[in-house]
């Protein structure tokens, strides 16, 4: 399957640092999605790469993708207590999107 | 702004009985997933629709689950009848197949069998 997983599982950083969290998949992909969970919310759609792009923007976020490694990274710049959430990634290809477990991301004020 | 919606957003039920939980995707979307999400399994694909057919639902233990679409603002997730290892939130999601195929997620039901 496309199964993204996501490294580290869990990640503490202080307010204003950067974040940067990781994703392996395993097949080809068409795009690879990253989103976001708040407690006791359903996941938010963040930003999508596609296949043929190696880097994308949107605000404070950062994805790279690396299609030779089957990998990917989310990098939030000057993190804020609001980031607090586990982060999926979920890759794209011939089925239905499938999530890993995500990282949980704890920005502390 | 249109949003997927889930009711009910909380159930507590015992051992054994139905529950039926409802999701309203987003109008003009054509594919619905369910999910199931504990902290043991991460989020898991339980089951989904194109154009209201239902796709695949392998993962869904078919025994007691059943995933219909009714019509086109109306999905449900039956587990009868229910056991407390059910115990989890779900979740439904819409989207438009295709690329790209962004899904867009419901509030979830918390359901809790005891």
């Known amino acids: 399957s496309q199964q993204g997983e996501e490294d580290p599982q869990a990640l503490s950083i202080q307010e204003g640092e950067n974040a940067t969290m990781n994703c392996s998949y395993k097949?080809?992909?068409?795009?690879l999605q990253w989103y976001r969970q708040n407690s006791g919310r359903g996941l938010v759609h963040l930003i999508l790469?596609?296949?043929?792009?190696r880097e994308k923007h949107s605000g404070r976020l950062r994805v790279t993708l690396d299609t030779s490694k089957k990998s990917s990274s989310l990098l939030i710049t000057a993190s804020r207590a609001a980031d607090t959430a586990s982060y999926f990634c979920?890759?794209?290809?011939?089925?239905?999107?499938?999530f890993g477990k995500g990282t949980r991301l704890s920005v502390i004020a | 702004d249109a949003r997927v919606t889930q009711t009910p957003r909380h159930k507590v039920t015992e051992m054994g009985q139905e529950v039926t939980m409802r999701c309203q995707p987003i109008?003009?979307?054509?594919?619905v997933f369910w999910y199931r999400q504990t902290m043991m399994q991460g989020l898991e694909l339980l089951a989904y629709?194109?154009?209201?057919?239902?796709?695949?639902d392998s993962g869904m233990p078919k025994d007691r689950f059943s995933a219909e679409m009714p019509d086109a603002t109306l999905a449900t997730l039956k587990i009868q009848p229910s056991e407390p290892r059910d115990s989890a939130v779900y979740f439904c999601?819409?989207?438009?197949?295709?690329?790209?195929?962004?899904?867009?997620f419901g509030p979830g039901t918390r359901l809790t069998v005891l």
């Open positions: 999601a819409s989207g438009l197949a295709g690329a790209p195929d962004t899904q867009y």
């Open positions: 097949t080809s992909i068409n795009n």
């Open positions: 790469i596609r296949s043929n792009e």
């Open positions: 979920a890759a794209s290809g011939n089925t239905p999107l499938v």
């Open positions: 109008l003009g979307h054509n594919t």
């Open positions: 629709f194109r154009n209201r057919a239902p796709l695949d």
